[in-house]
């Protein structure tokens, strides 16, 4: 079974303080998501990796960067934390390259509060 | 264009009975139709999925009917239980990529006993 570990379940950080959430999945997965779970908005990709030290910016991925410096880690940092980062933060591998349909692995979220 | 448009956003339900979450979306380019569970305090899982190749497909109590001219899918809960409160998430891709997920904003579903 894929295991997708987010490494916290819930932060509290301050405004302006760098923030890392970090990711790790057991299966080999190649392709490895950040999204953003925010309640009536749906699921939003901030950014996604298809293979080591690959990344692509999703759809919201202004005052966030990410790194994948080993196959099974993704993490995402913001840089300078805002109110407006506090949010459900979700990590997601799948398998396979740039194509193909293969499902979503999600963690378990890391619920992120900005004060 | 881009968009899926998922109704409704909230859904109470007799134990038995059959909710039915609608999606609809402009983009006739998109191939693939994935519908997401998603349990209080877990990730989404994948569901059920469906190709505009076909007008329904069925997994156990979950059924999608798809229309194509219509541009719309459907998620349906055959004899609902209460085990099935959660939240639903249509999602439509193109060109075989899981890149490009575009995603309804979620149906909260609630099957009371």
């Known amino acids: 079974d894929v295991k997708v570990t987010q490494s916290s379940r819930y932060l509290v950080k301050r405004t302006g303080e760098k923030v890392f959430l970090e990711c790790v999945q057991d299966m080999d997965h190649e392709n490895m998501f950040w999204y953003r779970q925010d309640p009536g908005l749906g699921l939003r990709l901030i950014y996604f990796s298809y293979d080591v030290k690959m990344k692509e910016k999703g759809d919201i991925p202004e005052g966030y960067s990410v790194s994948r410096e080993k196959k099974e880690r993704f993490s995402l940092i913001l840089e300078s934390a805002s109110t407006n980062q506090t949010s459900m933060y979700l990590c997601a591998s799948s398998l396979g390259g740039r194509g193909g349909n293969s499902p979503l692995h999600f963690g378990n979220g890391t619920r992120l509060t900005v004060t | 264009q881009q968009q899926v448009k998922q109704s409704p956003q909230s859904l109470i339900v007799q134990k038995g009975g059959i909710p039915i979450i609608n999606c609809a979306y402009e983009n006739t380019a998109f191939d693939y139709f994935p519908w997401y569970q998603q349990f209080p305090g877990k990730g989404p899982a994948l569901l059920i999925a469906?190709?505009?190749d076909v007008s329904e497909k069925k997994e156990g109590r979950f059924t999608i009917s798809f229309n194509k001219s219509a541009k719309q899918f459907s998620l349906h809960i055959m004899d609902s239980q209460p085990g099935d409160s959660a939240t639903y998430f249509c999602?439509?891709?193109?060109?075989?990529?899981?890149?490009?997920?575009?995603w309804g904003a979620g149906t909260k579903l609630i099957i009371k006993p």
């Open positions: 469906i190709r505009p």
């Open positions: 999602a439509a891709s193109m060109g075989g990529s899981n890149y490009q997920l575009i």
